[in-house]
């Protein structure tokens, strides 16, 4: 079960586990919610893994919206009849969960919810954070196993006492590195050229593009990376680009203008498989707030790219400061404009974060290492 269609971290997860389970051994549904732009729906088609459309499932909270999912899925569980139900983000986990022991446990069902980021850390205000965290603990309960996908979630999860009925694990994000089927670097540039919104008669190049991937929600982060370029204006070769698209576009898009950027960051909105664009950019930035394991990080440092990272999440567990990219703390645009500063005026630190964050992805973060932990937990 995935809340919403679009192409975010649980739906990476979801489509990169079950692409590589054996289908004659697993019989598979996948229940996604009715928002989002269907991605992942079409994604699953292509490698024909049967979907259900859970219509009263929103990504907003909504009591009238949520009760009906819970019946639905509820129905959905009973018709399946599933050895496990395994959940996806904290909406689906909240959800599924409790359509499985609500007004009643479903007998011979098994709960496993994997969550790629608390929801408490999100900029949230104060009161809302621990709504979200009593949520969490209580619904731990009706769980039999939780998976996290870094150790600053895992020890988060043990201080707050968010104990499934019986194993809390981490398990790492991993990718097929030699699998990305990158697009050659002119090509990616010429395409990003034509997306890119107010670039008319421009050719970018001769440019050193900063990029990111990335849906446009608080948690990324984007407001940031729009004033780092504005701290960056000194560099008149330095252009950014942003992949992606979300809530947040018209702020974003109020933002560039207030600051008069319109002819340095480019909004290209959202583009399937963006991750074959990497090859375009020179450098890769994830300016976040918040994350759990953020699948773009190490697509790019697959990709060869030198990275600049904010020091949220799982972030420290995968960066070495200065040996396979750079780490900054969150919010600070200006510390972020001098670390791009700082790679764009050396080809040796570019070529060396670069092959070392390669390296990082080739040994450590594995797709075939992620599934067998999970098959193991199956």
Do not use: C
């Not at 899925?73 to 409790?98: C, M, Q, T, Y």
């Not at 699998?179 to 010429?190: F, G, Q, T, V």
């Not at 992805?361 to 199956?378: A, P, S």
């Amino acid at each position: 079960m995935v809340t919403q269609s679009e192409m975010g971290g649980a739906q990476r997860f979801t489509l990169n586990l079950v692409s590589n389970l054996n289908q004659d051994k697993y019989e598979i549904l996948i229940a996604i919610g009715n928002t989002g732009n269907g991605d992942l729906f079409r994604a699953l088609h292509a490698i024909s893994i049967p979907t259900h459309r859970l219509n009263r499932l929103t990504r907003d909270m909504d009591i009238k919206q949520d009760l009906g999912a819970i019946s639905e899925l509820r129905k959905l569980i009973k018709e399946f009849r599933p050895d496990i139900v395994f959940l996806n983000s904290s909406k689906a986990g909240f959800i599924g969960s409790l359509a499985a022991i609500f007004p009643f446990k479903i007998r011979g069902v098994k709960i496993i919810y994997r969550i790629g980021g608390w929801t408490f850390n999100d900029p949230w205000p104060l009161w809302k954070k621990w709504f979200f965290i009593v949520l969490e603990w209580l619904s731990a309960r009706w769980k039999d196993v939780i998976i996290v996908n870094n150790q600053h979630d895992l020890d988060q999860a043990k201080k707050l006492w968010i104990k499934p009925r019986k194993e809390l694990t981490l398990v790492y994000n991993g990718i097929e590195t030699y699998k990305l089927n990158l697009l050659n670097r002119d090509e990616a540039r010429i395409k990003l050229f034509e997306k890119a919104v107010g670039s008319s008669g421009r050719i970018f190049q001769t440019e050193f593009i900063v990029g990111t991937i990335a849906n446009f929600y608080p948690a990324k982060g984007l407001e940031y990376l729009i004033r780092t370029a504005y701290y960056s204006q000194d560099n008149d070769n330095l252009v950014f680009f942003i992949i992606g698209d979300g809530q947040e576009r018209p702020d974003l898009e109020m933002l560039i203008k207030e600051l008069g950027l319109e002819r340095k960051i480019f909004l290209v909105g959202q583009i399937p498989d963006a991750f074959r664009y990497l090859s375009a950019f020179d450098m890769f930035v994830l300016p976040s707030v918040k994350e759990g394991f953020p699948w773009t990080l190490i697509e790019a440092m697959a990709a060869k790219l030198p990275i600049v990272a904010t020091r949220v999440g799982a972030v420290p567990e995968i960066i070495d400061d200065y040996k396979n990219g750079i780490i900054v703390e969150p919010g600070n645009p200006q510390a972020i404009a001098e670390k791009i500063k700082e790679i764009a005026g050396s080809n040796r630190l570019q070529k060396e974060l670069g092959i070392q964050a390669h390296q990082t992805v080739l040994f450590k973060f594995g797709l075939d290492k992620m599934v067998e932990q999970i098959e193991e937990l199956l």
